[in-house]
Protein backbone atom coordinates (compact mmCIF):
# COMPACT_ATOMS: atom_id res chain seq x y z
CA UNK A 1 0.00 0.00 0.00
CA UNK A 2 2.76 2.71 -1.33
CA UNK A 3 2.10 6.36 -2.32
CA UNK A 4 3.15 6.22 -6.18
CA UNK A 5 6.11 8.57 -7.46
CA UNK A 6 4.40 9.47 -10.65
CA UNK A 7 0.85 10.68 -9.25
CA UNK A 8 2.41 13.94 -7.94
CA UNK A 9 1.50 17.11 -9.49
CA UNK A 10 4.38 19.69 -10.24
CA UNK A 11 4.13 23.67 -9.97
CA UNK A 12 1.73 25.67 -12.40
CA UNK A 13 1.90 29.39 -12.57
CA UNK A 14 -1.66 30.59 -13.67
CA UNK A 15 -1.64 34.09 -14.88
CA UNK A 16 1.23 34.77 -12.55
CA UNK A 17 -0.36 32.79 -9.60
CA UNK A 18 2.05 29.73 -8.36
CA UNK A 19 -0.75 27.27 -6.71
CA UNK A 20 1.21 25.06 -5.00
CA UNK A 21 2.22 27.40 -1.84
CA UNK A 22 -0.51 25.20 0.31
CA UNK A 23 0.87 21.77 -1.10
CA UNK A 24 4.63 23.00 0.12
CA UNK A 25 2.26 24.06 3.85
CA UNK A 26 0.88 20.67 4.05
CA UNK A 27 4.21 18.90 3.25
CA UNK A 28 6.05 20.64 5.84
CA UNK A 29 3.23 20.41 8.43
CA UNK A 30 3.30 16.32 7.99
CA UNK A 31 6.73 16.05 8.38
CA UNK A 32 6.90 18.43 11.33
CA UNK A 33 4.14 16.01 12.84
CA UNK A 34 6.24 12.73 12.03
CA UNK A 35 9.26 14.28 13.48
CA UNK A 36 6.88 14.65 16.99
CA UNK A 37 6.15 10.19 16.99
CA UNK A 38 9.46 8.67 18.20
CA UNK A 39 11.20 5.44 15.93
CA UNK A 40 10.04 3.33 13.40
CA UNK A 41 7.09 4.59 12.17
CA UNK A 42 3.46 2.99 10.70
CA UNK A 43 0.93 5.23 9.17
CA UNK A 44 -2.76 4.03 8.68
CA UNK A 45 -4.55 5.91 6.47
CA UNK A 46 -8.26 7.41 6.02
CA UNK A 47 -8.58 5.85 2.72
CA UNK A 48 -9.97 8.74 1.07
CA UNK A 49 -6.87 10.79 2.29
CA UNK A 50 -4.22 8.32 0.58
CA UNK A 51 -5.16 9.86 -3.00
CA UNK A 52 -4.82 13.97 -1.95
CA UNK A 53 -1.40 13.06 -0.37
CA UNK A 54 -0.23 11.11 -3.00
CA UNK A 55 -0.50 14.46 -4.73
CA UNK A 56 1.63 16.46 -1.67
CA UNK A 57 4.41 13.92 -0.51
CA UNK A 58 6.79 11.43 -2.30
CA UNK A 59 7.08 7.81 -0.60
CA UNK A 60 10.60 8.20 -0.79
CA UNK A 61 10.26 11.43 1.42
CA UNK A 62 8.28 9.63 4.32
CA UNK A 63 10.46 6.49 4.40
CA UNK A 64 13.56 9.12 4.89
CA UNK A 65 11.54 10.47 8.15
CA UNK A 66 11.08 7.14 9.69
CA UNK A 67 8.26 5.28 8.36
CA UNK A 68 8.20 1.64 6.93
CA UNK A 69 4.80 0.88 5.95
CA UNK A 70 1.29 2.58 5.19
CA UNK A 71 -1.56 0.77 5.31
CA UNK A 72 -5.24 1.66 4.98
CA UNK A 73 -7.36 1.91 8.10
CA UNK A 74 -8.95 -1.28 9.09
CA UNK A 75 -10.69 -3.08 12.17
CA UNK A 76 -6.98 -4.52 13.39
CA UNK A 77 -3.79 -3.65 13.56
CA UNK A 78 -1.34 -6.21 11.67
CA UNK A 79 1.00 -8.68 12.79
CA UNK A 80 3.84 -7.36 11.44
CA UNK A 81 3.78 -4.02 13.18
CA UNK A 82 3.67 -5.82 16.74
CA UNK A 83 6.52 -8.57 14.92
CA UNK A 84 8.84 -5.39 13.47
CA UNK A 85 8.39 -3.74 16.44
CA UNK A 86 7.74 -0.56 15.21
CA UNK A 87 7.26 2.48 17.44
CA UNK A 88 4.97 5.22 16.65
CA UNK A 89 1.53 3.78 14.78
CA UNK A 90 -0.11 6.99 13.49
CA UNK A 91 -3.65 7.15 12.51
CA UNK A 92 -4.31 9.81 9.70
CA UNK A 93 -7.68 10.68 9.32
CA UNK A 94 -10.24 13.08 8.25
CA UNK A 95 -12.69 13.75 11.95
CA UNK A 96 -15.36 11.09 11.35
CA UNK A 97 -17.31 9.22 14.17
CA UNK A 98 -17.27 6.21 11.35
CA UNK A 99 -13.10 6.44 11.04
CA UNK A 100 -12.89 6.97 15.29
CA UNK A 101 -15.07 3.77 15.95
CA UNK A 102 -12.50 1.67 13.43
CA UNK A 103 -9.91 3.15 15.22
CA UNK A 104 -11.22 1.81 18.72
CA UNK A 105 -11.06 -1.88 16.74
CA UNK A 106 -7.85 -1.77 15.80
CA UNK A 107 -6.62 -0.53 19.16
CA UNK A 108 -8.60 -3.38 20.81
CA UNK A 109 -7.19 -5.76 18.20
CA UNK A 110 -3.90 -5.14 20.55
CA UNK A 111 -3.49 -6.85 23.76
CA UNK A 112 -2.59 -4.54 26.63
CA UNK A 113 0.94 -5.85 27.23
CA UNK A 114 1.45 -4.90 23.34
CA UNK A 115 -0.10 -2.05 23.39
CA UNK A 116 2.35 -0.46 25.86
CA UNK A 117 5.66 -1.20 23.58
CA UNK A 118 3.61 0.96 20.75
CA UNK A 119 3.09 4.60 20.64
CA UNK A 120 -0.51 5.91 19.12
CA UNK A 121 -0.87 9.07 17.44
CA UNK A 122 -4.03 10.24 15.65
CA UNK A 123 -3.52 13.36 13.48
CA UNK A 124 -6.70 14.55 12.21
CA UNK A 125 -6.84 16.56 9.08
CA UNK A 126 -8.20 19.52 8.58
CA UNK A 127 -9.27 19.75 12.31
CA UNK A 128 -10.02 17.31 15.01
CA UNK A 129 -13.64 18.13 16.23
CA UNK A 130 -15.76 18.13 19.52
CA UNK A 131 -17.78 14.70 18.58
CA UNK A 132 -14.27 12.72 17.99
CA UNK A 133 -12.90 13.39 20.76
CA UNK A 134 -15.61 13.06 23.07
CA UNK A 135 -16.25 9.36 21.31
CA UNK A 136 -12.42 8.48 22.11
CA UNK A 137 -13.39 9.46 25.30
CA UNK A 138 -16.48 7.17 25.63
CA UNK A 139 -14.51 4.29 24.27
CA UNK A 140 -11.96 4.82 27.03
CA UNK A 141 -9.38 4.77 24.70
CA UNK A 142 -7.93 8.91 24.38
CA UNK A 143 -5.46 7.84 27.24
CA UNK A 144 -3.82 5.66 24.57
CA UNK A 145 -2.42 8.65 22.67
CA UNK A 146 0.82 10.05 22.75
CA UNK A 147 -0.38 13.05 20.49
CA UNK A 148 -3.55 14.20 19.16
CA UNK A 149 -3.22 16.34 16.12
CA UNK A 150 -4.30 18.64 13.39
CA UNK A 151 -2.56 18.83 10.06
CA UNK A 152 -4.36 21.60 7.73
CA UNK A 153 -5.04 20.27 4.44
CA UNK A 154 -6.86 23.14 2.33
CA UNK A 155 -6.81 23.46 -1.51
CA UNK A 156 -4.33 21.25 -3.55
CA UNK A 157 -3.85 22.00 -6.74
CA UNK A 158 -4.62 19.38 -9.33
CA UNK A 159 -3.65 21.52 -12.39
CA UNK A 160 -2.29 24.92 -13.38
CA UNK A 161 -6.19 26.36 -12.78
CA UNK A 162 -7.42 23.94 -10.59
CA UNK A 163 -8.12 24.02 -7.20
CA UNK A 164 -9.82 20.60 -4.71
CA UNK A 165 -10.71 20.92 -0.97
CA UNK A 166 -11.48 17.31 -1.24
CA UNK A 167 -14.51 17.62 0.74
CA UNK A 168 -16.64 14.72 -0.62
CA UNK A 169 -19.35 14.81 1.40
CA UNK A 170 -19.56 19.01 1.35
CA UNK A 171 -22.99 19.03 -0.34
CA UNK A 172 -25.00 16.87 1.67
CA UNK A 173 -23.53 18.39 4.56
CA UNK A 174 -24.60 21.69 3.75
CA UNK A 175 -27.83 20.63 2.19
CA UNK A 176 -29.27 18.01 4.40
CA UNK A 177 -27.53 18.63 7.85
CA UNK A 178 -27.13 21.95 8.22
CA UNK A 179 -23.25 21.24 9.08
CA UNK A 180 -21.18 23.96 8.21
CA UNK A 181 -18.12 21.98 8.83
CA UNK A 182 -17.80 22.27 5.29
CA UNK A 183 -18.34 26.43 5.02
CA UNK A 184 -15.66 26.37 7.49
CA UNK A 185 -12.83 25.14 5.85
CA UNK A 186 -13.51 26.81 2.64
CA UNK A 187 -12.85 30.09 4.40
CA UNK A 188 -10.01 29.06 6.25
CA UNK A 189 -8.98 27.90 2.71
CA UNK A 190 -9.98 31.68 0.95
CA UNK A 191 -8.21 33.12 4.47
CA UNK A 192 -4.75 30.95 3.66
CA UNK A 193 -4.88 32.72 -0.26
CA UNK A 194 -5.61 35.94 0.86
CA UNK A 195 -2.10 35.85 3.19
CA UNK A 196 -0.58 34.99 0.44
CA UNK A 197 -2.20 37.05 -2.66
CA UNK A 198 -3.51 39.65 -0.86
CA UNK A 199 -7.31 40.58 0.02
CA UNK A 200 -10.11 39.87 -2.60
CA UNK A 201 -10.95 43.52 -3.64
CA UNK A 202 -14.46 42.35 -4.88
CA UNK A 203 -16.21 39.01 -3.86
CA UNK A 204 -19.24 38.38 -5.74
CA UNK A 205 -21.51 35.34 -4.64
CA UNK A 206 -24.97 33.77 -5.00
CA UNK A 207 -26.48 31.66 -2.88
CA UNK A 208 -27.03 30.62 0.84
CA UNK A 209 -23.62 28.66 1.45
CA UNK A 210 -21.80 31.97 -0.51
CA UNK A 211 -23.70 34.17 1.91
CA UNK A 212 -22.17 32.38 4.90
CA UNK A 213 -18.34 31.99 3.72
CA UNK A 214 -18.49 35.52 2.86
CA UNK A 215 -19.89 36.59 6.37
CA UNK A 216 -16.94 33.98 8.14
CA UNK A 217 -14.11 35.48 5.88
CA UNK A 218 -14.99 39.12 6.68
CA UNK A 219 -15.16 38.04 10.89
CA UNK A 220 -11.65 36.13 10.24
CA UNK A 221 -10.66 38.91 8.84
CA UNK A 222 -11.65 41.42 11.89
CA UNK A 223 -10.39 38.77 14.02
CA UNK A 224 -7.17 38.84 12.63
CA UNK A 225 -6.27 42.22 11.48
CA UNK A 226 -3.18 43.14 13.95
CA UNK A 227 -1.37 40.55 11.76
CA UNK A 228 -2.36 41.65 8.09
CA UNK A 229 -0.06 41.88 5.90
CA UNK A 230 0.16 44.95 3.34
CA UNK A 231 0.27 42.67 0.27
CA UNK A 232 -0.67 44.71 -3.35
CA UNK A 233 -4.23 42.16 -4.28
CA UNK A 234 -3.20 39.54 -7.16
CA UNK A 235 -6.85 38.43 -7.54
CA UNK A 236 -8.94 41.25 -8.08
CA UNK A 237 -12.22 39.28 -8.06
CA UNK A 238 -13.66 36.13 -5.94
CA UNK A 239 -17.19 34.25 -7.00
CA UNK A 240 -18.78 32.18 -4.84
CA UNK A 241 -21.21 29.87 -6.19
CA UNK A 242 -23.49 27.99 -4.50
CA UNK A 243 -24.17 24.29 -6.08
CA UNK A 244 -28.25 24.58 -5.32
CA UNK A 245 -27.84 27.95 -7.71
CA UNK A 246 -27.30 24.86 -11.26
CA UNK A 247 -27.92 21.43 -10.24
CA UNK A 248 -29.12 20.75 -13.74
CA UNK A 249 -25.76 20.74 -14.51
CA UNK A 250 -23.99 18.03 -12.54
CA UNK A 251 -26.62 15.51 -13.32
CA UNK A 252 -26.38 16.24 -16.65
CA UNK A 253 -24.39 13.81 -19.06
CA UNK A 254 -20.82 15.69 -19.44
CA UNK A 255 -19.49 15.16 -23.56
CA UNK A 256 -16.02 16.52 -23.29
CA UNK A 257 -13.34 13.90 -23.37
CA UNK A 258 -12.26 14.56 -19.24
CA UNK A 259 -15.36 15.05 -18.85
CA UNK A 260 -16.61 11.19 -20.22
CA UNK A 261 -13.59 10.02 -18.67
CA UNK A 262 -15.14 10.83 -15.17
CA UNK A 263 -18.71 10.11 -16.09
CA UNK A 264 -17.77 6.30 -17.42
CA UNK A 265 -14.44 5.15 -15.37
CA UNK A 266 -13.85 7.70 -13.03
CA UNK A 267 -10.96 10.79 -12.49
CA UNK A 268 -9.66 10.26 -8.67
CA UNK A 269 -6.85 12.29 -7.57
CA UNK A 270 -5.47 13.10 -11.38
CA UNK A 271 -5.77 9.17 -12.73
CA UNK A 272 -7.99 7.27 -14.02
CA UNK A 273 -7.94 3.29 -14.52
CA UNK A 274 -9.25 1.61 -17.63
CA UNK A 275 -8.84 -2.50 -18.85
CA UNK A 276 -5.54 -3.02 -19.06
CA UNK A 277 -6.04 -5.39 -22.33
CA UNK A 278 -6.61 -2.34 -24.41
CA UNK A 279 -3.16 -0.72 -23.95
CA UNK A 280 -1.59 -4.50 -25.17
CA UNK A 281 -1.01 -5.48 -28.47
CA UNK A 282 -2.58 -8.98 -29.79
CA UNK A 283 0.60 -10.52 -29.53
CA UNK A 284 1.28 -8.81 -26.20
CA UNK A 285 -2.06 -10.52 -25.00
CA UNK A 286 -1.31 -14.06 -25.83
CA UNK A 287 1.55 -14.02 -23.95
CA UNK A 288 0.25 -12.10 -20.76
CA UNK A 289 -2.40 -14.50 -18.70
CA UNK A 290 -3.49 -12.07 -16.23
CA UNK A 291 -3.58 -8.61 -17.62
CA UNK A 292 -3.85 -5.95 -14.71
CA UNK A 293 -5.90 -3.04 -14.88
CA UNK A 294 -3.71 0.08 -16.29
CA UNK A 295 -3.84 3.31 -14.33
CA UNK A 296 -3.40 6.96 -16.59
CA UNK A 297 -1.89 9.86 -14.64
CA UNK A 298 -4.23 12.71 -16.49
CA UNK A 299 -2.78 16.34 -16.29
CA UNK A 300 -1.70 19.06 -18.09
CA UNK A 301 1.55 17.54 -18.37
CA UNK A 302 1.08 15.69 -20.76
CA UNK A 303 0.80 18.23 -24.21
CA UNK A 304 -1.75 16.17 -25.96
CA UNK A 305 -4.23 15.57 -23.58
CA UNK A 306 -3.89 18.98 -21.96
CA UNK A 307 -5.96 20.46 -25.61
CA UNK A 308 -7.67 17.24 -26.17
CA UNK A 309 -9.61 17.18 -22.23
CA UNK A 310 -11.31 20.33 -23.25
CA UNK A 311 -12.58 19.09 -26.53
CA UNK A 312 -16.55 17.93 -26.92
CA UNK A 313 -15.91 14.37 -27.92
CA UNK A 314 -17.23 14.53 -31.15
CA UNK A 315 -13.90 16.59 -31.92
CA UNK A 316 -11.44 14.13 -30.37
CA UNK A 317 -10.94 12.03 -33.71
CA UNK A 318 -9.87 14.51 -36.09
CA UNK A 319 -7.63 16.09 -33.08
CA UNK A 320 -6.01 12.93 -32.64
CA UNK A 321 -6.01 12.20 -36.11
CA UNK A 322 -4.26 15.36 -37.08
CA UNK A 323 -1.52 14.58 -34.24
CA UNK A 324 -0.46 11.46 -35.64
CA UNK A 325 0.16 13.10 -38.78
CA UNK A 326 2.27 15.82 -37.68
CA UNK A 327 4.20 13.33 -35.74
CA UNK A 328 4.94 11.17 -38.61
CA UNK A 329 5.58 14.40 -40.57
CA UNK A 330 8.44 15.09 -37.84
CA UNK A 331 9.16 12.00 -37.53
CA UNK A 332 9.67 12.10 -41.33
CA UNK A 333 12.82 14.76 -40.77
CA UNK A 334 15.60 12.59 -40.63
CA UNK A 335 15.21 11.73 -43.93
CA UNK A 336 15.05 14.81 -45.01
CA UNK A 337 18.41 15.84 -43.18
CA UNK A 338 21.46 16.61 -45.62
CA UNK A 339 23.84 18.02 -43.11
CA UNK A 340 25.37 17.55 -39.89
CA UNK A 341 23.38 20.41 -38.23
CA UNK A 342 20.10 19.42 -39.19
CA UNK A 343 20.59 15.97 -38.04
CA UNK A 344 21.21 17.32 -34.61
CA UNK A 345 18.21 19.47 -34.43
CA UNK A 346 16.13 16.04 -35.72
CA UNK A 347 17.78 14.06 -32.14
CA UNK A 348 17.41 17.28 -30.31
CA UNK A 349 13.45 17.44 -31.06
CA UNK A 350 13.59 12.83 -30.47
CA UNK A 351 12.39 12.90 -26.71
CA UNK A 352 9.61 15.60 -27.21
CA UNK A 353 9.09 13.04 -30.35
CA UNK A 354 8.85 10.40 -28.74
CA UNK A 355 6.73 11.15 -25.39
CA UNK A 356 4.15 12.50 -28.09
CA UNK A 357 4.18 9.36 -29.56
CA UNK A 358 3.42 7.42 -26.11
CA UNK A 359 0.83 9.95 -25.07
CA UNK A 360 -0.88 9.91 -28.49
CA UNK A 361 -0.92 5.71 -28.31
CA UNK A 362 -2.61 6.05 -25.39
CA UNK A 363 -5.09 8.60 -25.41
CA UNK A 364 -5.91 6.73 -28.58
CA UNK A 365 -6.79 3.82 -26.64
CA UNK A 366 -9.03 5.60 -24.11
CA UNK A 367 -10.78 7.06 -26.43
CA UNK A 368 -11.49 4.05 -28.36
CA UNK A 369 -12.62 2.77 -24.88
CA UNK A 370 -14.93 6.03 -24.33
CA UNK A 371 -16.20 5.48 -27.81
CA UNK A 372 -17.30 1.97 -27.08
CA UNK A 373 -19.78 2.35 -24.10
CA UNK A 374 -21.13 5.58 -26.11
CA UNK A 375 -22.03 4.23 -29.11
CA UNK A 376 -24.03 1.78 -26.53
CA UNK A 377 -27.96 2.50 -27.87
CA UNK A 378 -28.61 3.08 -23.78
CA UNK A 379 -26.47 5.79 -23.58
CA UNK A 380 -27.68 7.53 -26.43
CA UNK A 381 -31.44 7.01 -25.37
CA UNK A 382 -30.71 8.70 -21.90
CA UNK A 383 -28.75 11.53 -23.83
CA UNK A 384 -32.20 12.32 -25.79
CA UNK A 385 -34.05 12.08 -22.64
CA UNK A 386 -32.04 14.06 -20.90
CA UNK A 387 -32.09 16.85 -24.21
CA UNK A 388 -35.63 16.93 -24.23
CA UNK A 389 -35.88 17.68 -20.45
CA UNK A 390 -33.88 20.24 -20.51
CA UNK A 391 -35.57 21.90 -23.09
CA UNK A 392 -39.16 21.88 -20.67
CA UNK A 393 -40.61 19.49 -23.31
CA UNK A 394 -43.48 17.52 -21.45
CA UNK A 395 -42.12 18.22 -18.04
CA UNK A 396 -45.62 18.33 -16.30
CA UNK A 397 -46.37 14.90 -16.28
CA UNK A 398 -44.75 11.27 -16.13
CA UNK A 399 -42.16 10.43 -18.67
CA UNK A 400 -42.71 6.71 -20.36
CA UNK A 401 -39.00 6.69 -20.43
CA UNK A 402 -38.17 7.11 -16.65
CA UNK A 403 -41.16 5.00 -16.07
CA UNK A 404 -39.90 2.20 -17.87
CA UNK A 405 -36.04 2.31 -16.69
CA UNK A 406 -38.33 1.77 -13.29
CA UNK A 407 -39.47 -1.46 -13.97
CA UNK A 408 -36.68 -2.63 -15.39
CA UNK A 409 -34.77 -1.65 -12.31
CA UNK A 410 -31.74 0.22 -14.02
CA UNK A 411 -29.63 1.73 -11.71
CA UNK A 412 -31.09 3.85 -9.56
CA UNK A 413 -28.82 6.83 -10.01
CA UNK A 414 -29.33 6.87 -13.49
CA UNK A 415 -33.08 7.15 -12.94
CA UNK A 416 -32.70 9.94 -10.21
CA UNK A 417 -30.24 11.98 -12.61
CA UNK A 418 -33.31 12.23 -14.92
CA UNK A 419 -36.12 12.49 -12.32
CA UNK A 420 -34.46 15.47 -10.98
CA UNK A 421 -33.59 17.44 -14.32
CA UNK A 422 -37.14 17.00 -14.82
CA UNK A 423 -38.26 17.91 -11.61
CA UNK A 424 -36.13 21.27 -11.62
CA UNK A 425 -36.77 21.89 -15.41
CA UNK A 426 -40.56 21.80 -14.14
CA UNK A 427 -39.99 23.75 -11.35
CA UNK A 428 -41.06 21.29 -9.01
CA UNK A 429 -43.46 18.05 -9.65
CA UNK A 430 -47.13 17.91 -9.67
CA UNK A 431 -48.29 16.17 -6.52
CA UNK A 432 -49.38 12.95 -8.55
CA UNK A 433 -46.44 12.89 -10.61
CA UNK A 434 -44.24 13.18 -7.92
CA UNK A 435 -46.03 10.21 -5.81
CA UNK A 436 -46.23 7.84 -8.90
CA UNK A 437 -42.58 8.01 -8.97
CA UNK A 438 -42.15 7.66 -5.45
CA UNK A 439 -44.29 4.42 -5.22
CA UNK A 440 -42.81 2.92 -8.20
CA UNK A 441 -39.55 3.51 -7.03
CA UNK A 442 -39.59 2.54 -4.14
CA UNK A 443 -41.55 -0.82 -5.06
CA UNK A 444 -38.92 -1.58 -6.84
CA UNK A 445 -36.12 -0.51 -5.25
CA UNK A 446 -36.69 -0.88 -1.60
CA UNK A 447 -38.44 1.12 1.13
CA UNK A 448 -35.13 2.55 2.53
CA UNK A 449 -35.06 5.15 -0.05
CA UNK A 450 -37.86 7.06 1.64
CA UNK A 451 -34.32 8.26 3.44
CA UNK A 452 -33.48 8.82 -0.07
CA UNK A 453 -36.74 10.99 -1.33
CA UNK A 454 -35.98 12.92 1.82
CA UNK A 455 -32.38 14.19 1.28
CA UNK A 456 -33.33 14.73 -2.19
CA UNK A 457 -35.82 17.43 -0.97
CA UNK A 458 -33.58 18.83 1.18
CA UNK A 459 -31.51 19.35 -1.39
CA UNK A 460 -33.89 21.04 -3.84
CA UNK A 461 -33.62 17.85 -6.28
CA UNK A 462 -36.85 16.29 -6.12
CA UNK A 463 -40.23 18.29 -5.00
CA UNK A 464 -43.53 19.08 -4.80
CA UNK A 465 -45.09 22.16 -7.36
CA UNK A 466 -46.29 24.87 -5.77
CA UNK A 467 -50.24 26.33 -6.73
CA UNK A 468 -48.60 28.53 -8.67
CA UNK A 469 -45.39 27.78 -10.29
CA UNK A 470 -42.70 30.80 -10.28
CA UNK A 471 -41.24 29.44 -13.96
CA UNK A 472 -37.95 30.08 -12.92
CA UNK A 473 -36.02 27.47 -15.04
CA UNK A 474 -38.15 28.65 -17.92
CA UNK A 475 -36.90 31.91 -17.29
CA UNK A 476 -33.13 31.34 -17.20
CA UNK A 477 -33.36 29.19 -19.69
CA UNK A 478 -34.66 32.10 -21.90
CA UNK A 479 -32.59 35.03 -20.53
CA UNK A 480 -29.69 32.94 -20.24
CA UNK A 481 -29.64 30.86 -23.54
CA UNK A 482 -28.82 27.65 -21.60
CA UNK A 483 -30.05 25.63 -24.56
CA UNK A 484 -28.38 26.34 -27.75
CA UNK A 485 -29.52 24.57 -30.68
CA UNK A 486 -26.67 23.59 -33.91
CA UNK A 487 -23.90 23.98 -31.53
CA UNK A 488 -20.64 23.78 -33.09
CA UNK A 489 -18.69 21.15 -31.56
CA UNK A 490 -15.67 20.89 -33.47
CA UNK A 491 -14.88 24.33 -33.56
CA UNK A 492 -17.12 25.82 -30.86
CA UNK A 493 -18.10 29.28 -30.40
CA UNK A 494 -20.13 29.10 -27.19
CA UNK A 495 -19.67 27.07 -23.91
CA UNK A 496 -22.81 24.88 -24.28
CA UNK A 497 -20.59 22.71 -26.47
CA UNK A 498 -19.58 20.76 -23.23
CA UNK A 499 -22.82 19.35 -23.32
CA UNK A 500 -23.62 19.87 -26.69
CA UNK A 501 -26.55 22.08 -26.70
CA UNK A 502 -26.56 22.90 -23.11
CA UNK A 503 -25.08 26.05 -20.99
CA UNK A 504 -23.94 25.34 -17.75
CA UNK A 505 -25.57 27.63 -15.63
CA UNK A 506 -23.39 29.00 -13.64
CA UNK A 507 -20.78 29.36 -15.82
CA UNK A 508 -22.99 31.75 -17.86
CA UNK A 509 -23.45 33.95 -14.43
CA UNK A 510 -19.57 33.74 -14.31
CA UNK A 511 -19.40 35.17 -17.61
CA UNK A 512 -21.91 38.12 -16.69
CA UNK A 513 -20.68 39.00 -13.19
CA UNK A 514 -17.54 39.67 -14.47
CA UNK A 515 -17.93 41.70 -17.79
CA UNK A 516 -20.52 43.75 -16.56
CA UNK A 517 -19.64 44.87 -12.72
CA UNK A 518 -21.11 42.09 -10.60
CA UNK A 519 -24.57 41.67 -9.76
CA UNK A 520 -25.84 44.38 -11.46
CA UNK A 521 -26.85 43.26 -14.54
CA UNK A 522 -28.46 40.36 -13.20
CA UNK A 523 -31.09 41.63 -11.07
CA UNK A 524 -33.61 40.09 -12.88
CA UNK A 525 -32.20 36.69 -13.51
CA UNK A 526 -31.07 36.64 -9.82
CA UNK A 527 -34.54 36.75 -7.90
CA UNK A 528 -35.23 33.16 -9.80
CA UNK A 529 -32.10 31.40 -8.27
CA UNK A 530 -31.43 30.65 -4.86
CA UNK A 531 -30.51 33.23 -2.76
CA UNK A 532 -28.98 35.98 -1.51
CA UNK A 533 -27.09 37.22 -3.80
CA UNK A 534 -24.22 39.87 -3.04
CA UNK A 535 -21.05 41.83 -4.42
CA UNK A 536 -18.67 43.39 -1.60
CA UNK A 537 -16.06 45.34 -1.85
CA UNK A 538 -13.35 44.81 0.64
CA UNK A 539 -11.40 47.90 2.19
CA UNK A 540 -8.23 47.62 1.75
CA UNK A 541 -5.71 49.00 4.92
CA UNK A 542 -3.92 51.99 4.01
CA UNK A 543 -0.04 49.82 3.14
CA UNK A 544 -2.09 48.01 0.65
CA UNK A 545 -2.21 48.99 -3.02
CA UNK A 546 -5.50 48.78 -5.15
CA UNK A 547 -4.65 46.74 -8.69
CA UNK A 548 -3.38 49.73 -10.49
CA UNK A 549 -2.51 47.24 -13.97
CA UNK A 550 -5.02 44.51 -13.06
CA UNK A 551 -4.99 41.27 -15.01
CA UNK A 552 -8.57 40.87 -14.12
CA UNK A 553 -8.09 37.59 -12.42
CA UNK A 554 -10.78 35.75 -10.94
CA UNK A 555 -11.18 33.21 -8.18
CA UNK A 556 -14.13 31.34 -9.27
CA UNK A 557 -15.11 28.95 -6.03
CA UNK A 558 -17.88 25.99 -5.82
CA UNK A 559 -19.08 25.36 -2.67
CA UNK A 560 -20.74 21.85 -3.05
CA UNK A 561 -18.65 20.65 -6.20
CA UNK A 562 -18.10 21.10 -10.23
CA UNK A 563 -17.98 19.22 -13.06
CA UNK A 564 -14.63 18.81 -15.40
CA UNK A 565 -17.48 20.31 -17.71
CA UNK A 566 -17.63 23.75 -16.08
CA UNK A 567 -13.99 23.58 -15.61
CA UNK A 568 -13.79 23.39 -19.06
CA UNK A 569 -16.21 26.09 -19.90
CA UNK A 570 -14.59 28.44 -18.13
CA UNK A 571 -11.12 27.87 -19.95
CA UNK A 572 -13.03 28.38 -22.70
CA UNK A 573 -14.34 31.39 -21.68
CA UNK A 574 -11.04 32.69 -20.60
CA UNK A 575 -9.54 32.45 -24.26
CA UNK A 576 -12.72 34.47 -25.61
CA UNK A 577 -13.52 36.74 -22.75
CA UNK A 578 -14.04 40.73 -23.95
CA UNK A 579 -12.08 41.81 -20.87
CA UNK A 580 -9.32 39.51 -21.04
CA UNK A 581 -10.27 37.59 -17.97
CA UNK A 582 -8.60 34.69 -16.64
CA UNK A 583 -9.20 32.21 -13.99
CA UNK A 584 -8.49 30.30 -11.33
CA UNK A 585 -11.24 27.50 -10.62
CA UNK A 586 -11.73 26.53 -6.65
CA UNK A 587 -14.09 23.54 -5.22
CA UNK A 588 -14.73 21.79 -2.30
CA UNK A 589 -14.67 18.41 -4.77
CA UNK A 590 -14.97 17.56 -8.12
CA UNK A 591 -18.44 15.54 -8.98
CA UNK A 592 -20.63 14.40 -12.15
CA UNK A 593 -24.53 13.16 -11.21
CA UNK A 594 -23.36 9.97 -10.36
CA UNK A 595 -20.96 10.71 -7.52
CA UNK A 596 -23.04 13.20 -6.43
CA UNK A 597 -26.11 11.16 -5.90
CA UNK A 598 -23.62 8.84 -4.24
CA UNK A 599 -23.62 11.17 -1.02
CA UNK A 600 -27.60 10.88 -1.00
CA UNK A 601 -28.86 7.96 -1.58
CA UNK A 602 -29.36 5.38 1.26
CA UNK A 603 -27.28 2.00 1.17
CA UNK A 604 -29.86 -0.89 2.65
CA UNK A 605 -29.41 -2.29 5.20
CA UNK A 606 -31.63 -3.71 7.54
CA UNK A 607 -31.26 -1.01 10.20
CA UNK A 608 -32.48 1.87 7.82
CA UNK A 609 -35.76 -0.01 6.89
CA UNK A 610 -39.01 1.02 9.09
CA UNK A 611 -40.19 -1.49 11.80
CA UNK A 612 -43.54 -1.60 10.28
CA UNK A 613 -42.53 -2.93 7.23
CA UNK A 614 -39.96 -5.52 8.44
Known amino acids: YYITNNLRMGDYPTAGIKLSFNKDLAKGDLLDHLKLCDGTKAIFWDPKLKGPFNLIIDWAVLKQHGVKKMFELQEYIPAEVIENKWQSVIMLIRPTLPMIDMIHK ?83 SLMSLQSYFGFFPNIIGIGPSAAKVNKMIQRMR ?11 PRIENLVLIDRRVDLITPLSTQLTYEGLIDEL ?13 SFLSEEEQAQQEDIKPKQILLTSNDSIYNI ?12 LGKKAKQISAANNEKNDA ?62 EDIEEMIYKQEPLKKVLRLLCIQCIAADGLKPKVLEFYKREILQSY ?31 RSTLNLTVSNVNEREPNDIAYV ?39 QKLSTTQDRLEHSDNHTLVYFLGGCTYAEVSALRFLAQRHPNNATFTIATTKIINGNSLLDTLIEPCS ?5 DFLT
Open 106 to 188: AIRSVSVAQRDKIDFHIIFVSRKSTMCTQRLEKYNIIGEFKNILELELDLIPFDHDLLTLEYPLGFKEMCTELDDSCLYQVSR
Open 222 to 232: KEGAAHEKPLT
Open 265 to 277: FGIRNNAATFPGR
Open 308 to 319: ARDLNFNALGPF
Open 338 to 399: KSLQQLKQFVSKLPHMQAERKSLEIQTAVAGLVKNKIDNRDFRHTLGIEQVLREGIEVDRVN
Open 446 to 476: GYHHLITFERLEKCGLLYMQEKTPKKSYPIL
Open 499 to 537: HSGYAPLTVRLVNWMTQRSGLKYLADMVKHLPGPAFNDH
Open 606 to 610: KDTIP
